[in-house]
C-alpha cells in the first residue's frame, strides 16, 4: 500500500501560488481525473479572489482546512438563499447539493478549503456557470465581474452578520 500525502510543507507551497496567481487561488487536485471514483482537491484562496457563482452537477464536500470561508447559496435568479461560514473552530463539513449555485469568500488570507466530489472528474462537464453571474476569465469583463464581486461580498457578508 503507498500513502498518497500532502505534508504542510506542500500546502504552504500551494498557499504561496495562491498569493501570485491571477486569480488570487490555486488547487492541487489529487486523483486522476479520468479514472477515479472521487475527487480530492485543496484549494488555497485569497480574500480578493472571485469565484464565479456555478453548481454542480454531483453533490460537493467542503471542509476548511486553514482560515475562515463564507459559504453562499444562490437561487435561479441569483438571490441569495443561505450563507455558512466554515472555520476549523466552527463549521468543518458542508456538503452541497446538486444543481445549487454557489460560491466561497475568502475571510482570512491564505485560507484553504478542501473540496471532495463524486469522479472521475470531466473538466467539459463538471460546472454549471450561473447565468446572472459574470465569469472572470474575459478581460473585457473584467470591470463588470469586478464590480459583482464587490457587492455579493458585501451581500454575503451582510447576511451572515445579521
Request: aromatic share 12%; hydrophobic share 30%.
Given at each position: 500500500?503507498?500513502?498518497?500525502?500532502?505534508?504542510?510543507?506542500?500546502?504552504?507551497?500551494l498557499?504561496?501560488?495562491s498569493?501570485?496567481?491571477p486569480?488570487?487561488?490555486?488547487?492541487?487536485?489529487?486523483?486522476e481525473?479520468?479514472?477515479?471514483?472521487y475527487?480530492?482537491?485543496?484549494?488555497a484562496?485569497?480574500?480578493?479572489?472571485?469565484?464565479p457563482?456555478?453548481?454542480?452537477?454531483?453533490?460537493?464536500v467542503?471542509?476548511?482546512?486553514r482560515?475562515?470561508?463564507?459559504?453562499?447559496?444562490?437561487?435561479?435568479?441569483?438571490?441569495i438563499?443561505?450563507v455558512?461560514?466554515?472555520t476549523?473552530?466552527g463549521?468543518?463539513?458542508?456538503?452541497?447539493?446538486?444543481?445549487?449555485?454557489?460560491?466561497?469568500?475568502s475571510m482570512?488570507?491564505?485560507?484553504?478549503?478542501?473540496?471532495?466530489?463524486?469522479?472521475?472528474?470531466?473538466?467539459?462537464n463538471?460546472?454549471?456557470?450561473?447565468?446572472?453571474a459574470?465569469?472572470e476569465?474575459?478581460?473585457?469583463?473584467?470591470?463588470q465581474?469586478?464590480?459583482?464581486?464587490e457587492d455579493m461580498?458585501?451581500?454575503?457578508?451582510?447576511?451572515?452578520?445579521?
Amino acid at each position: 500500500m503507498n500513502f498518497q500525502t500532502y505534508s504542510d510543507s506542500d500546502l504552504q507551497g500551494l498557499i504561496e501560488k495562491s498569493r501570485t496567481h491571477p486569480r488570487l487561488r490555486a488547487a492541487k487536485i489529487f486523483q486522476e481525473p479520468s479514472n477515479s471514483k472521487y475527487q480530492t482537491l485543496f484549494n488555497a484562496m485569497q480574500p480578493e479572489s472571485y469565484l464565479p457563482p456555478h453548481a454542480h452537477y454531483h453533490p460537493e464536500v467542503w471542509m476548511p482546512i486553514r482560515g475562515w470561508f463564507l459559504l453562499g447559496t444562490f437561487d435561479e435568479s441569483g438571490e441569495i438563499r443561505e450563507v455558512l461560514s466554515l472555520t476549523k473552530k466552527g463549521t468543518v463539513y458542508a456538503e452541497i447539493p446538486a444543481h445549487v449555485y454557489h460560491t466561497a469568500i475568502s475571510m482570512d488570507k491564505d485560507s484553504v478549503f478542501m473540496n471532495v466530489n463524486p469522479g472521475p472528474y470531466d473538466k467539459d462537464n463538471s460546472k454549471i456557470s450561473a447565468p446572472w453571474a459574470p465569469q472572470e476569465d474575459s478581460a473585457e469583463t473584467e470591470d463588470q465581474w469586478r464590480n459583482y464581486f464587490e457587492d455579493m461580498q458585501n451581500r454575503i457578508i451582510r447576511i451572515y452578520c445579521n
